[in-house]
């Protein structure tokens, strides 16, 4: 009963047009060009390298992309098991007709000759759209991205702070700053005209939301001007060798005002908490990070007090902190639960966090599922594992415990998978 | 099958009569008077203030109890997805034979007339104790409560302490203790008589239990005498601006004395674990608390050891500390699980931490579960919930993965939801 | 359907040959001699310790086993529920014939004697093992343990080395050093060399793993030789009463040393991590250890990008901590998950934990489970547990949820259950 169940609402939440809140893709080449751009994930090349593959070989700088395919698949037996994995076999059997269970040393030449041939399909980017029913794509840009050649609508700008906030006392940083505004800022006034440029470029070009990934042991903390001034001035001189408290506070004054732009542009503002950068130094691209499960929202304490009138969606890292999540989105109007991430987007931390989620947080504040990818056609795998999870809490947590309707059960999926996103970042 | 087996075990979880070992009932006004009374419960108006309500709109003086139901129906749609809305609708079906699936802006007056209705038979209160087959109700009262004016043995008093531990610095509390006992302590001998007489009132009148919710960062701690009469007398004289080692010297002696007495009186010791109060500043009445789930029961250590006459009935705020609380339980001769409080007190929490308490803690020391309510109406779609969950877990991990039967599995259920519960507290 | 497919799953996943990656069998005694060997077992004396058997009944000195057995056993009711007593149950009705549900005060005296009689038996250790289907069993080998006496391919020794670590303060474990290397340390160097000796001494005697268990609170760092040898004077000199600092410093040269010898005679270094000792000072033997869930896997950081060469089974002993291993094994090529310990060896916990790292680390990188025993007879029931719970994850998440063949999911199962023990030990 439940297993037909479960397949009827998948076919039913399948069938639902989406808008992907957070991608790192670039709109300037959206699709992958050759099964290299899809097997260099950092997923596959991290997982092949955690089981044997050295990074020397994934990495070798001039690799043709067919040779860095079959190095990479003469790696992959190692993660057969793996639910990224299954997103490869999903988009290869939807995509490109291939159906083995599995990509192996003799048949990955056949699909890679058969991706490379739909790949090179003028339109291939809009067939990958249309197949993948996604509206609108959210993007993850460096904040002195010129936002320029590409629909906007299509492709949603994201002003991403990273850099700001916790890479300003790098030259090159505060370069790309001054490049982007055309202030090189001397103290707190300053930088606090120079972010505001930002905001004006990032909106005027139809961004929809400020972003930023936050450490474990980030705790938001206003930053008067003064000490700001002070700690700029401090900074300016002696770069990422200028002393441990100037450094935060220039990270923290950043990170305060970049919240108040958010306030003043009407900008949500995604915070993806709990990631420790370059923990396994000698790891593959993308692949050396991990984190410190020891966090917590109250961290975010007088940050979300202080911003009523901003939305925050929330991403946490380590599915131990979801609880959190769902209890501060219950009870702070101006929290949002946002998506599973990274570490979290397996199935069954999904199934864990996202019951939790839809029994006690209200059905408009919660943003199911983003895929996070870098090409376009992983949304379909990633949206779909997320939504036969999402199919089989409805049926089992809904429609049988607690003896809701089919029709019922599909309109609280609808709301989360696909209005709120639109309504919380106000696209289409 | 697994169904069925669910039905049936519910069925039978469903007929047994129940005490109710932690609520906040008001023992002279224990029923609702309208549905403002059940509307107005902490659940639905922080949920109905994150989904949007403002506060002011909720809790504005003098607010006539018709137009406050109106208020807050009117912001209930963003929460029918919510276990807490499916109490409401369980308990509206089941006493006010209101078969609506939800609560309308177009049917609520219905509801509250008939509610109404039904609220006013003078028999009312004992109407729903008898269809929600309620022996006892564990009361949670202020120190100085003078437990008069009902029947104890129905309404059990309960020894609640936080004003005691956490607010002796403030000088109402203080004036409340030595009205209540006579005795205005000027030092840890006065302190330590002070609270003896309560200990002695209290039990006089019945109570069986002490009680307190502590923050995430308490650890007891013995303070000596000489030490308390210092911190004493500097509380006494600066009140909340004392330094902070005054303060928390003397609410270290408060809670230590406390578990002194419970050795003496055979009083069980509730902790609630983990709650911070206030968090969010700007929320409704009670909905202001969060938490740091960045707790251990290792904080207890010294406490456990040294009271292994005292049974401490322990609830966590968090699931994560979940498994601590078993490990503990496990272990500890003193320790008992209690419940599922507040954020950890919905359906996808409750199977997860109960099963793991299931499978591992001494059937004997598990105290399954209260409502916390503060209307005798919640008891019923609470322990309902409750009970739907620890049948499907004697279903799927008893009966079906263990190979019980069904009535070794009912004697399961019946033990922790209701024998141990009275033996514990030593009720009838 | 899934309940059939679970059982065709289990069926085959029974009849594998296994090794035993780690327990603490006396290979000088392997099997039990009475039931009191088996009810012996800290888990029955905890657990019923724990629900009101006096210490001193179980712990008398000079007991004789029967009247031991008698004793435990009339603490047993209470535990009836746990999975603990299953072990129990399924072995005396495996191994005794025993088909009663419970051991109760009227029949226990049936299967002690019937027992007895069976474990009397010459062969019984072969018998044992022969039905468990272990074909090799690691042992937990104090560091001056002279491997004599037994066939050391099926008790395969293993470096046990928390006294080396965490008691070099105590005279007592000094002269046990010296006794079994002919070295009494006075410097770094000296300490080196007589690590080196127990490495060359266990490798010869075909040992195949170090190990150690760590507190929350202990994180690897690498000690300078002459900080290291100041801080082994300081401790020559004061014992437990050295400075923290020294004893800190040894502890953690010891550590370090440790791990370059793992890297130098390529052994596996086994880290258990999370347990607090004595933490309930009036438990029973072996049930006084608990722990504070707050440790976290970055810890480790810095000994696992140093030791790229060594391989580090690890096991976490709160389910908490079990999201970063699985993320720490996907990222780091020398990290591997390692069985169920202790507090988390129970089936909702076991469940919850294998189906995260089964869908997210690469399947060459786990180590399904091992039984911690003590005495032969518990393989059997501990592995059997854990098969059911295999059985079942493979049944819904594999060939259910992702549409593997029964095929796909056993080879899976076999890998993790067989085949990487025998891999990363290096054993036949």
Redesign the interface.
């Known amino acids: 009963?439940s297993?037909q169940l479960r397949q009827r609402l998948f076919a039913e939440l399948d069938s639902l047009r989406l808008t992907d809140p957070h991608t790192h893709i670039n709109p300037l080449a959206p699709a992958a060009k050759t099964l290299a751009d899809i097997l260099g994930y950092h997923y596959y090349t991290?997982?092949a390298?955690?089981?044997?593959v050295p990074r020397e070989a994934i990495e070798e700088p001039g690799l043709d992309p067919r040779e860095k395919v079959r190095r990479i698949v003469s790696g992959l037996a190692?993660?057969?098991?793996?639910?990224?994995h299954?997103w490869l076999m999903e988009m290869a059997r939807v995509f490109f007709d291939f159906q083995e269970?599995r990509l192996t040393e003799s048949n990955w030449e056949r699909l890679y000759d058969a991706a490379a041939a739909k790949m090179a399909a003028p339109d291939w980017e809009n067939q990958v759209l249309k197949r993948s029913k996604l509206d609108g794509v959210f993007l993850t840009n460096d904040f002195d991205d010129p936002l320029a050649g590409f629909d906007t609508r299509r492709y949603v700008p994201c002003l991403r702070t990273d850099d700001l906030v916790f890479h300003l006392d790098k030259d090159a940083v505060r370069q790309r700053l001054e490049k982007a505004t055309g202030i090189a800022p001397s103290d707190a006034a300053g930088l606090r005209r120079a972010i505001g440029k930002l905001f004006e470029h990032f909106t005027r070009n139809g961004a929809k939301a400020c972003a930023i990934s936050l450490p474990p042991d980030f705790s938001p903390r206003p930053v008067d001007a003064a000490a700001a001034s002070r700690a700029l001035a401090a900074v300016g001189k002696a770069g990422a060798s200028a002393d441990a408290q100037s450094r935060s506070d220039v990270g923290h004054f950043v990170f305060w005002t970049l919240a108040e732009f958010c306030a003043e542009f009407g900008l949500p503002f995604d915070l993806m908490i709990g990631v420790?950068r370059a923990?396994?130094?000698?790891?593959v691209f993308q692949?050396?990070d991990?984190?410190?499960?020891?966090v917590?929202?109250?961290q975010c304490?007088e940050l979300?007090?202080h911003f009523?009138q901003v939305t925050f969606p929330i991403s946490v890292l380590?599915?131990?902190?979801n609880?959190?999540l769902?209890?501060?989105?219950?009870?702070?109007?101006n929290v949002v639960t946002n998506g599973h991430w990274w570490?979290?987007n397996?199935?069954?931390?999904i199934e864990?966090d996202a019951?939790?989620r839809?029994?006690?947080?209200?059905?408009?504040?919660q943003i199911a599922y983003y895929s996070d990818m870098y090409k376009l056609e992983f949304a379909l795998p990633k949206f779909a594992m997320y939504k036969?999870v999402l199919a089989?809490i409805l049926a089992e947590?809904?429609v049988?415990?607690?003896g809701w309707s089919e029709e019922?059960a599909l309109a609280?999926g609808r709301q989360v998978l696909c209005d709120n996103t639109r309504r919380i970042f106000g696209v289409a």
């Open positions: 009963m297993q991290e997982l390298h955690s089981a044997g190692p993660l057969s098991n793996t639910i990224q299954s269970p420790n923990v396994y130094a000698g790891g692949g050396q991990l984190y410190d499960s020891r917590s929202l109250i304490r979300f007090n009523p380590a599915s131990v902190t609880q959190e769902a209890s501060y989105a219950w009870i702070f109007p570490y979290s397996t199935p069954s931390f864990h019951a939790a839809l029994e006690a947080v209200p059905r408009t504040k036969r089989k947590r809904f049988i415990d607690r019922e609280l």
